[in-house]
Structure formats: C-alpha cells, structure tokens
C-alpha cells in the first residue's frame, strides 16, 4: 500500500499553462517536502513544509501543506520548458529517519 | 557547505560480478545516510539507512548488502549481481535530530548484462 499518493502520474502541458500537483494519505505528517529531479540526477529539494495550513511561495510555485497535515499540493503558474521534471513529494512521522516518497509526477512543458 | 558524491556515475556489469558503489558526504558530521533504487522515471525504493558507524538497516530483503565503515561513507555491495538489479542508485544524507529534508548524490546508473 502506496502511504502517500500522487495525481497525476503524468502531465504534458504547453509553456504558460498552470497546473497543480497533488500529494495525498491517510496519515498525519510531522512534515512534507517536495522535490524536483532531471532525468540522470538525484532529486533536489525545493521545500519543507511543517505547519498544517502553510503555504510557501517559491517564485512560479506555490506549495501548501493541508490543515490535518495529510495532504500537500503544489501549483505552477504560467509553466516553462525548464519546469520540466520529474516532482517527488515525501512526508514523515514524528520521530522516524525513514520519509515516505510518493510515485511522482512527470511533468513535460512543451515549448 | 555541504556536498556529496557517488561513484561510479555508470556501470555495466555482467549476471553474476560483483558490485561495490560508494557514497562519501562532506562538510558535515554523523549524517544519516541512505541508499535508494529508483525505477525508470518513477518513485524511489529505500533499501538501507544507517544513523551511525558500522549501524545498518535493512528495508527490503535483496541481493545487495550496505556497509558504513566510516562516519561519512556509505558503501553498497553484491557478491553476485542479478539482471534485476539494473536500476539508478542513489545516496542521500540527512542532518537527523528530526530534521527530514534529505540531500541526494547525483546517482549511479548501474546496467546487468
């Protein structure tokens, strides 16, 4: 069983579009980070977040974290061709050293 | 700052070799470190996590073994390498003292032939 789930799998867009990107479980998180990968590189973290309800803004992206702490969601507005990527959302539980990382989302913006 | 590097960045090896990936993390101490496998574009698999020298954990039953000789070095090994363990490995650390953002080597990409 999939603790943490990510819709969709899959996302083709066109340069300017917005999207979102969802992150869902049953299980209350102590924290959930979103990371971005390029095919051939490990993953790069673009944020943490802690409390439920927040929301962080990191230029075109906007990530919040819901209010139980169960669910995260990250949008995009007016998508480049440089956001294309691979979004791994990950969460954890009180004290473990062990993060939970979702499917992922492939993104491709097309030009 | 802190870095960290993986080696090899490929590797083809033959059903049946062995297999010796190594992750060292620099500019920081008692990390917790962690190797994962990725499939092709997808999730990532955790097979083993260490909090300290010589303190393994195993996640998934496998043909692979972790080693963590000294307190930035994560090594992960195979006596015999099966077809089904071509995949991306990745190495990661984490400061610990509840902190959960972790920090990825640039990966392996290791092919069985």
């Known amino acids: 069983t999939q603790l943490l789930e990510q819709s969709p799998q899959f996302l083709s867009i066109q340069e300017g579009e917005n999207l979102t990107v969802y992150c869902n479980s049953s299980s209350v998180f102590s924290s959930l980070q979103w990371y971005r990968q390029e095919p051939g590189e490990g993953p790069v973290l673009l944020v943490t977040?802690?409390?439920?309800?927040e929301v962080k803004k990191l230029k075109r992206l906007t990530f919040q974290f819901g209010d139980a702490r169960k669910d995260s969601s990250l949008h995009i507005t007016a998508a480049q061709p440089g956001d294309t990527g691979l979004y791994l959302c990950?969460?954890?539980?009180?004290?473990?050293?062990?993060?939970?990382f979702g499917r992922g989302t492939s993104l491709i913006v097309h030009p | 700052s802190q870095t960290i590097h993986q080696w090899p960045a490929t590797l083809v090896q033959p059903v049946g070799s062995p297999l010796s990936l190594e992750c060292t993390v620099e500019g920081t101490s008692n990390p917790n470190l962690y190797w994962y496998r990725q499939a092709a574009g997808r999730g990532l698999q955790l097979l083993f996590y260490?909090?300290?020298?010589?303190?393994i954990s195993s996640e998934v039953p496998q043909n692979l073994s972790a080693s963590r000789p000294q307190d930035r070095q994560f090594i992960l090994s195979s006596k015999k390498l099966l077809l089904s363990d071509s995949g991306f490995y990745l190495c990661a650390w984490n400061p610990g003292l509840a902190i959960h953002e972790q920090f990825f080597g640039p990966g392996t990409r290791l092919t069985v032939l």
């Open positions: 977040v802690v409390t439920g309800g």
């Open positions: 990950a969460g954890a539980q009180g004290g473990s050293y062990i993060p939970t």
């Open positions: 260490s909090v300290g020298i010589g303190q």
